[in-house]
């Protein structure tokens, strides 16, 4: 027999200040997100939109009124899991992982408290608000090198379409007298995260049903791309029809919000178009003005088990929250890359140095770069990139997504295995070329002994191995050899494999096990 309470007013004090003691724990993970918010221009549309999440609980808050029983201890199984998946985040170092800790938490205090109706109350908002918190790094990193090449193919396709005639290379827009280089401020992103955020909430103004609200957010993202590459394409256009100084005005005035609301407008049109006549008269009536089944308007019991059990795993599990949060990462000894041999394999190495810009934008803890040379061969070169801690700042580039955007073109992608002993591990085959340049690349990631070709396998088991160890190191370890004349594909295939097994024997002083 289920145990129920008849509503007190305790049950109502009970709910904010667990929600108060909740955002007390995480407010140091909100200091990391208003830092993204104010220094990263891509997420500067947060406070705004944090607003508007807040405007939505207000708009349904009706639907506190009226409780129900409805999958009342699902709301506990979501609290267990927003506290598992902020343990793991934060010994794996994925920041950005904890603000779907937060929203998982906040969500199952609800359902237990209220059952569904009050899920459905903070689901809106909830739904909104991770449109704004940055993703990992990599995946980040994935986008931005992919809208950079999506916007250049288009822009370029379009200036062609009007008689201009370009040239491209990667990233890089030749005119002639004029070269534009679509960076990463190019790429887009700093209008695709809001246009999408604004997308769902357009979904949410209309009563439709929730396939045509997806189609809003499809909309929404093609609509930011597209537009991104027309306002590459008129920069290209007016700096050939007239001069660089009108088509640097032109591109100013149209990064920031001119551009942006411009965009939005474009978007509503399309979506609106979307809507039947009946659909249009619902405008304003979505899941802002909400509405209870018959059986749900009056009051109803609250349960009490599911309360009691969210209220002490919550006080139970503030203290292993923070208890978590003081961890500090296990930082194993190495040496450092200034004692790197130069010498392997018989071959000689020339040693390198980083642009600073990419030393930057990398933000390595240590890193080695050398072209080993010997007679009669082209060169191998050898980057070796090593973070003692990784988190959402600081985790490796993965070659796969940066080697286009250098104007590189990956003709062929494979996962071979190369023998380490008695051990097979696998390692990522790329031969790319660059106008009648060509390069055989192999590459792989490594953490706490484990050799990864692929980027995501080495994302999760940074994440699972969070589980059993406190260490977040890795490396990304590239190497690359020019294929032409004198250096078939097979005899390039041969050197690398010969100059890996060697390289795997040195690594473990410098790139820990």
């Given at each position: 027999m289920e145990l129920t309470l008849q509503r007190f007013d305790w049950t109502r004090i009970a709910l904010p200040i667990l929600?108060?003691?909740?955002?007390?724990?995480?407010?140091?993970?909100?200091?990391?997100?208003?830092?993204?918010?104010?220094?990263?221009?891509?997420?500067?549309?947060?406070?705004?939109?944090?607003?508007?999440?807040?405007?939505?609980?207000?708009?349904?808050?009706?639907?506190?009124?009226?409780?129900?029983?409805?999958?009342?201890?699902?709301?506990?199984?979501?609290?267990?899991?927003?506290?598992?998946?902020?343990?793991?985040?934060?010994?794996?170092?994925?920041?950005?992982?904890r603000h779907l800790s937060l929203f998982l938490m906040i969500f199952g205090m609800f359902i237990a408290f209220g059952g569904v109706t009050y899920g459905r109350f903070v689901l809106p908002s909830l739904i909104l608000l991770p449109f704004v918190v940055p993703p990992p790094a990599f995946l980040n990193a994935n986008l931005t090198y992919g809208l950079q090449l999506v916007s250049t193919d288009m822009s370029v396709f379009m200036l062609r379409g009007v008689g201009i005639s370009v040239f491209q290379d990667g990233n890089i827009i030749d005119m002639g007298t004029l070269k534009l280089a679509v960076v990463e401020a190019c790429a887009g992103l700093r209008y695709l995260y809001p246009m999408i955020g604004l997308g769902v909430l357009a979904g949410m103004l209309f009563d439709i049903p929730i396939w045509k609200r997806g189609l809003f957010v499809v909309i929404s993202a093609g609509v930011s791309i597209i537009m991104n590459s027309v306002r590459i394409f008129l920069t290209g256009a007016f700096a050939e029809w007239t001069n660089t100084d009108v088509s640097d005005g032109f591109f100013h005035l149209f990064e920031g919000w001119v551009f942006f609301l411009f965009s939005f407008v474009v978007m509503i049109a399309i979506c609106y178009l979307t809507l039947t006549k009946k659909q249009k008269a619902t405008a304003g009536n979505g899941v802002l003005k909400p509405s209870l089944p018959e059986e749900l308007k009056e009051e109803k019991p609250a349960s009490l088990g599911p309360i009691i059990g969210v209220i002490l795993l919550s006080v139970a599990l503030v203290g292993a929250l923070v208890s978590i949060r003081t961890i500090e990462p296990e930082i194993p000894p190495r040496s450092s890359f200034s004692s790197f041999p130069l010498k392997i394999d018989n071959m000689i190495a020339e040693e390198d140095i980083l642009p600073s810009v990419e030393q930057t934008i990398l933000n390595m803890s240590d890193y080695f770069l050398g072209h080993y040379r010997a007679a009669g061969t082209p060169p191998v070169t050898l980057f070796i990139g090593y973070y003692e801690e990784q988190s959402a700042a600081n985790t490796p580039h993965s070659p796969r997504v940066c080697i286009p955007s250098g104007g590189w073109e990956i003709e062929e992608l494979d996962e071979i295995e190369l023998s380490k002993g008695d051990e097979m591990v696998p390692v990522n085959r790329v031969l790319i070329s660059h106008g009648e340049d060509k390069l055989l690349v192999y590459y792989w990631f490594q953490q706490r002994g484990k050799y990864l070709a692929n980027e995501y396998k080495a994302k999760l088991n940074l994440l699972l191995g969070g589980l059993t160890s406190a260490r977040t190191d890795g490396a990304l370890v590239r190497l690359s050899m020019p294929v032409n004349s004198t250096m078939s594909e097979?005899?390039?295939?041969?050197?690398?494999?010969?100059?890996?097994?060697s390289l795997f024997e040195i690594l473990p002083a410098y790139v820990p096990e």
């Open positions: 929600l108060a003691m909740v955002l007390l724990v995480y407010l140091p993970d909100g200091e990391l997100l208003w830092d993204d918010w104010m220094n990263k221009e891509e997420f500067t549309h947060g406070p705004l939109m944090f607003l508007v999440s807040l405007y939505l609980l207000w708009a349904r808050r009706s639907l506190l009124d009226s409780y129900d029983t409805r999958l009342n201890w699902v709301g506990v199984v979501f609290c267990i899991m927003a506290v598992c998946v902020y343990s793991l985040a934060v010994k794996s170092g994925i920041e950005n992982i097979v005899l390039a295939d041969k050197q690398l494999t010969q100059f890996s097994q």
